[in-house]
């Protein structure tokens, strides 16, 4: 291995025919991490301490299953062979699925007859081999210069397969899917919960900043004011803006009662929305200004010059022109409304940050990942649906 | 603050924040008998497990040490990785920047529970992490922006590699590098203050606590003093962008 390192750093790597060090690197980081490190972890009960588990002690056919994969990958790093990026894409993904076998299977074997509460839990050289796994698809997607549709194909083909082996009950031994499964309805209500904050935020503050944006672009010094106190109010960290405005909405709530009907209280959705909408005023008015002022002048005269109205010329022409930058700044603002909305958590705005919070003050490692894994997932979702569409909006021009 | 109010105008916002920063900590307990008023059912209206100096201190060395972290990672990858030997890791290095900033830093934190236990272990590594990406983006995009021309004449000048990195790269890069540092220093500020609820002391301490004992005026206390601090940072940087100059 150290001889395979020392060929890395030499620089004509070439000479060595090593074909991809990205990949190399990788299969050595993974082959580390599953001889030194735990793959399971196995405890009587949710707050035990685990007992960690190496890979070697799982059954052996799955633990050669995952050395085969790993192997392999190893062996298209350092050689080239025919259609090499399509078989590590592959490998890659095998590498994954089997990874997520053995896991499953292995904790099956340790579990004992009369203990339900025994638990048994994935450790750092399970994630560790698993996110390796990851990037060496991306990097064999990104050597075969995959499109998006191809790597979207690519990413619903593995997400099938993982809800078809996780419906078969593969999954069930793990003590993941049985913090999953034992909050399943509080789950559904979190999630919900939290997509709805995330969309009332965004819809709320594109209403609030619809008059912003125009005053901005009216120019002047009332412009670069209200960018100063706009991106001051950026800076203040989340927990400290949702605390600032607990006092003054219950003083409110106390004493307005037409608020306290309307629902408005100190704690829980109402300070979570007003500071997601206070944090997204600075990249929304920013963004719609930068979209707009990127309208070339001649375009807007030629639509002068055509006759067309101030209206139509914003649906027609601006609109069009703007858009593109537009959904990117909806898409940074999005994705940091669902960072923002899992912090809402600790005042009591719900969401899937829930999760997280009293997996920490409970000791129960499972339950934060019950609520860490999924805001990742919506994150990532977010963002793939904003590119989905960017692509969309793009290509006509 | 307008845009244009120039240098001085920058410096005296800076010293300004800083000033009423350290007054505030410093001058704490002289509000006990004004919070005593505004909260007359609480019997405790200063947070006193730890001194809000104390506090303020052990914030700011969670977000300095993992922001040098981040800094030297981000960095040191975004060179690696735009040189001869290591251009095969560019893109890699360039998708987990871009992947990895999608992440919400709270969820990041949570996942370093797991691995590292409770305290300021796992914040100040998923600082440290979280904070690698958005300097890792901009050291690459600001080496990436670096005129071909430059290099060129650099070259026929007799440059070595390094001198070639060291005088004419990095100088040319390092406006959108201390971009990449201010971003990454105001979320570290953020998220170090969530750290608390993991177990590390900082600002956030008496926010948890007072939202946990329902008691509003340790959270005002911790909102009011790391919202000032965090605002005090961006000042700063806002001052060194404004000294760097433009090439």
Redesign the interface.
């Known amino acids: 291995m150290s001889a395979l390192l020392s060929a890395l750093a030499t620089p004509d790597a070439r000479r060595l025919a090593i074909r991809n060090p990205v990949l190399l690197l990788l299969c050595v980081v993974a082959t580390i991490a599953l001889v030194a490190a735990g793959f399971l972890s196995t405890a009587p009960n949710r707050l035990a301490d685990g007992v960690s588990l190496p890979l070697w002690q799982a059954p052996p056919a799955l633990a050669v299953l995952v050395a085969a994969c790993l192997g392999g990958l190893g062996c298209l790093a350092i050689r080239d062979a025919r259609m090499s990026d399509w078989a590590a894409l592959g490998l890659a993904a095998g590498l994954a699925v089997a990874l997520l076998l053995t896991a499953s299977f292995f904790a099956k074997t340790l579990i004992v007859a009369g203990h339900p509460a025994q638990r048994q839990a994935l450790g750092p050289a399970f994630w560790i081999a698993f996110g390796v796994a990851g990037f060496a698809m991306l990097d064999a997607m990104q050597r075969l210069a995959l499109g998006f549709p191809a790597r979207a194909a690519c990413l619903f083909l593995l997400l099938g397969l993982f809800a078809g082996l996780a419906s078969a009950g593969t999954f069930d031994a793990l003590s993941l899917t049985r913090e999953f499964v034992s909050h399943r309805t509080l789950f559904v209500t979190a999630l919900l919960r939290h997509i709805a904050l995330v969309g009332a935020a965004l819809v709320v503050s594109i209403l609030v900043c619809a008059p912003l944006i125009a005053v901005v672009r009216r120019g002047g010094r009332t412009r670069a004011a209200i960018y100063s106190v706009l991106s001051l109010l950026q800076t203040i960290p989340s927990i400290a803006l949702f605390g600032l405005l607990i006092a003054p909405l219950t003083f409110l709530a106390g004493h307005v009662p037409l608020l306290r009907s309307l629902g408005v209280s100190g704690l829980g959705v109402t300070p979570a929305l007003i500071a997601l909408v206070l944090y997204f005023a600075f990249p929304l008015v920013r963004m719609t200004d930068a979209a707009f002022s990127a309208v070339p002048t001649e375009v807007a005269d030629a639509a002068r010059g055509l006759g067309f109205g101030v209206r139509k010329r914003f649906v027609a022409v601006d609109l069009p022109l703007a858009l593109p930058v537009l959904l990117s700044g909806l898409r940074v603002v999005t994705l940091q409304a669902i960072g923002l909305a899992t912090v809402a958590a600790l005042i009591g705005g719900g969401g899937l940050g829930t999760f997280i919070f009293e997996g920490i003050g409970e000791y129960a490692l499972d339950l934060v990942l019950v609520g860490a894994i999924p805001v990742i997932l919506l994150a990532l979702a977010a963002d793939f649906a904003f590119r989905l569409v960017l692509a969309a909006v793009e290509t006509p021009r | 603050?307008?845009?244009?109010s120039g240098r001085r105008g920058r410096l005296a916002a800076a010293g300004a924040f800083s000033l009423a920063l350290i007054a505030l900590v410093v001058a704490m307990p002289a509000f006990r008998p004004g919070l005593h008023q505004l909260f007359p059912e609480l019997r405790e209206p200063i947070y006193a497990r730890a001194s809000f100096v104390t506090l303020t201190i052990a914030h700011l060395q969670l977000v300095a040490i993992a922001t040098g972290f981040a800094a030297a990672a981000g960095i040191a990858i975004g060179i690696a990785v735009t040189r001869?030997?290591g251009r095969?890791?560019a893109?890699?290095a360039r998708?987990?920047g871009t992947?990895g900033q999608?992440?919400?830093?709270?969820?990041v934190l949570?996942?370093a529970?797991?691995?590292l236990g409770y305290g300021s272990a796992p914040t100040l590594a998923a600082l440290s992490i979280y904070a690698a990406l958005p300097v890792l983006e901009a050291t690459l995009s600001g080496l990436g922006a670096v005129p071909a021309d430059a290099r060129d004449a650099a070259k026929g000048l007799g440059f070595s590699a390094w001198t070639m990195l060291w005088v004419i790269e990095l100088p040319l890069a390092w406006p959108l590098m201390l971009t990449g540092l201010r971003n990454a220093t105001?979320i570290n500020?953020?998220t170090a203050?969530?750290g608390s609820?993991?177990g590390a002391l900082s600002l956030?301490s008496p926010?948890?606590e007072?939202?946990s004992a329902s008691n509003?005026a340790f959270?005002?206390e911790?909102?009011?003093v790391?919202?000032l601090l965090?605002?005090t940072?961006?000042r700063w940087f806002d001052v060194l962008e404004d000294m760097t100059p433009v090439i």
């Open positions: 603050m307008p845009e244009r001869e030997a095969a890791f893109p890699l998708t987990v992947i999608t992440f919400p830093p709270v969820a949570a996942l529970v797991p691995l105001i500020v953020g203050t969530i609820s993991v956030g926010i948890l007072g939202l509003p959270v005002i911790g909102a009011v790391v919202a965090a605002i940072i961006d």
